[in-house]
């Protein structure tokens, strides 16, 4: 009797993609639950991501001192590093920052697909630049006049409809590959 060994492994790599994809749905959930909570726990990882990049822009600036512009690259990771110690530091204010940012990027992102959008305005399809534009203007105007009541929820809820979101169209994408696989295994 032989056994399928590469079907074996196929089936546990899509049993753990599955299992991946329902966590990613569970914790998209609950961070949609708790956004206050959520919020602060995406705060403090930009922190930690933006104190461990300027460790990192030190370490080169060290590392390329005799390669010009030392002093630019050790400021450079100062900033990186008191950005993110002041997040950790103060939280809250990190939230509300991080939230006009957010309101400043949609809002000028926006702006600059309507101009692009009128930009392409002879070709076909240049409507779905427009309606992109127009979406993300309305998402960075919304988050500007509603600021700062929204603060406490936005980041956290965005977070999670982003990680609920992947976890389903993980799952969606396993389950079809596991229908692909079971129907190769009835072929052969």
Same mark, same amino acid.
């Given at each position: &009797?032989?056994? !399928?060994?590469?079907?074996?492994?196929?089936? !546990? !790599?899509? !049993?753990?993609?599955?299992?991946?994809? /329902?966590?990613?749905? /569970?914790?998209?959930?609950?961070? $949609?639950?708790?956004?206050?909570?959520?919020?602060?726990?995406?705060?403090?990882? $930009?922190?930690?991501?933006?104190?461990?990049?300027? /460790?990192?822009?030190?370490?080169?600036?060290?590392?390329?001192?005799?390669?010009?512009?030392?002093? #630019?690259?050790?400021? +450079?990771?100062?900033?990186? $590093?008191?950005?993110?110690? &002041?997040?950790?530091?103060?939280?809250?204010?990190?939230? +509300?920052?991080?939230?006009?940012?957010?309101?400043?990027?949609?809002?000028?992102?926006?702006?600059?697909?309507?101009?692009?959008?009128?930009?392409?305005?002879?070709?076909?399809? #240049?409507?779905?630049? +427009?309606?992109?534009?127009? $979406?993300?203007?309305?998402?960075?105007? &919304?988050? #500007?006049?509603?600021?700062?009541?929204?603060?406490?929820?936005?980041?956290?809820? +965005?977070?999670?409809?982003?990680?609920?979101?992947?976890?389903?169209?993980?799952?969606?994408?396993?389950?079809?590959?596991?229908?692909?696989?079971?129907?190769?295994?009835?072929?052969?």
């Amino acid at each position: &009797m032989t056994s !399928n060994v590469s079907g074996d492994i196929k089936n !546990n !790599n899509v !049993n753990g993609s599955l299992l991946i994809g /329902v966590l990613l749905a /569970v914790l998209g959930i609950a961070a $949609i639950a708790v956004p206050a909570v959520s919020t602060i726990v995406a705060e403090t990882w $930009i922190a930690v991501i933006l104190s461990s990049a300027g /460790v990192a822009k030190l370490v080169y600036a060290f590392q390329t001192r005799d390669q010009g512009g030392f002093i #630019w690259k050790v400021l +450079l990771s100062a900033l990186y $590093i008191a950005t993110g110690v &002041m997040l950790v530091s103060y939280p809250l204010t990190g939230v +509300l920052t991080l939230t006009l940012l957010l309101g400043s990027f949609l809002l000028t992102e926006g702006t600059f697909n309507l101009i692009l959008a009128f930009r392409l305005r002879p070709q076909q399809n #240049w409507t779905w630049v +427009l309606v992109d534009g127009i $979406i993300t203007l309305v998402l960075g105007a &919304m988050i #500007w006049f509603q600021f700062p009541f929204n603060a406490p929820w936005l980041i956290g809820t +965005l977070v999670g409809a982003s990680v609920l979101f992947t976890g389903i169209s993980r799952v969606m994408l396993s389950l079809n590959a596991r229908s692909t696989l079971n129907s190769q295994d009835q072929a052969a």
